[in-house]
């Protein structure tokens, strides 16, 4: 099966990071990219380069008032006498009914929603290679492909239309499903990430075309804190095409499957015709994080458990940060995928 990325989407190279308050140095790194490609290639994925596909598939998930602050605030800010080597913002607005900001610190504050998605002078190119990974392979699984994996880095789900978060910019899960919007009636969404996907449930909030699960520890005191209780059920004509389901911490495989069961029973119901799985392997028991509890032969479980769905499938990496087993989770996870039916 085929894997797709570009090697502009290691130059972002993110550095400030606060975790409780205190600076960490930032888990986002670029190595990320050679664990993910080795294990890749373990499961015997090719690896190719995207095409450039432009702004529109980009534009069509976010707003063009945030990507033109995605494509220049950092020029804008190196501006600023005694500003920051990246952009961090310092201001929020507790609402976003307001008024649009015309500075550079004002329009920081609107369009990032926390410190952990710093913008360096290479982030644009970074994060707009990583959402053309995504766009290949959703076009190599409309092309008649049973699955197709897009190493994302950066990744993209805790992305809104307008604001980025949690070392997401843009949202290249959500830009995959609304490729495959241009041949699918219904596209599922399955993000399996340690961290709730608050960004592309907020894209798809109120959608009935794009059904959003979501699979993660629950936020009640984890990040994003602010989204993924299993209240949350879409708005408007997507009430109903919204699913979260918060897992206790430390949860591990028995636990996490049987969720899965949970959700699959939803996306059986919405009949979609492709699947794209939101591939965090930030639930492993031995990642930084240290939400959920899942192993390696856990991950095995869960991509076999996937391919059961005999879905056409876009695999979009999202989460996992760096440990001895990234690569082998990876691989693991593409193997369970790749080793039924396929
Ligand atoms: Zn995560």
């Known amino acids: 099966m085929k894997a797709f990325y570009a090697q502009e989407q290691k130059r972002h ?14 888990p986002e790194k670029p190595e990320r990219v050679e664990r993910l490609l080795a294990g890749a290639k373990s499961a015997g994925y090719t690896i190719e380069r995207p095409g450039n596909h432009g702004l529109g598939p980009v534009s069509a998930v ?41 500075s550079a ?61 949690g070392f997401c910019f843009i949202n290249n899960s959500a830009v995959a499903a609304q490729v495959l919007r241009r041949q699918a009636a219904r596209v599922a969404i399955l993000d399996v990430d340690l961290h ?9 909030y109120a959608r009935s075309d794009v059904l959003t699960v979501s699979l993660h520890a629950d936020p009640v005191r984890f990040y994003p804190f602010f989204w993924g209780h299993a209240d ?10 919204n699913f979260n389901l918060p897992l206790p911490r430390k ?57 059961g769905l005999d879905l056409p499938t876009v695999i979009v990496q999202e989460g996992g940060y760096l440990c001895d087993e990234l690569g082998d989770n990876l691989t693991a996870f593409l193997t369970g995928f790749g080793g039924k039916a396929r």
């Open 13 to 26: 190279d993110p550095r400030a990071f606060l975790s409780s308050g205190a600076a960490q140095p930032n």
């Open 62 to 102: 976010h707003t063009p008032e945030y990507l033109d602050f995605l494509e220049h605030i950092f020029e804008r800010w190196q501006r600023i006498d005694g500003a920051s080597a990246e952009v961090i913002p310092n201001i929020h607005p507790i609402a976003r009914n307001g008024s649009y900001p015309a």
């Open 105 to 165: 610190v004002g329009q920081a504050g609107y369009h990032m929603a926390d410190t952990a998605c710093p913008i360096s002078g290479e982030t644009w190119q970074s994060a707009l290679w990583s959402a053309w990974s995504a766009v290949e392979a959703a076009e190599t699984v409309m092309a008649g492909a049973s699955g197709a994996y897009a190493l994302c880095r950066p990744p993209g789900h805790h992305a809104f239309a307008d604001v980025a978060g």
């Open 196 to 204: 709730h996907g608050n960004g592309t449930q907020g894209i798809f």
């Open 232 to 241: 949350e059920r879409g708005e408007g004509p997507g009430l109903g095409y």
């Open 251 to 307: 949860s591990a495989d028995a636990a996490f499957l049987e969720a899965l069961g949970v959700a699959f029973q939803r996306i059986r119901a919405f009949s979609p015709d492709v699947l794209v799985v939101a591939l965090g392997l930030d639930a492993f028991e031995g990642d930084p994080f240290g939400g959920l509890s899942v192993t390696t032969p856990g991950f095995s479980r869960i991509g076999e458990a996937i391919a």
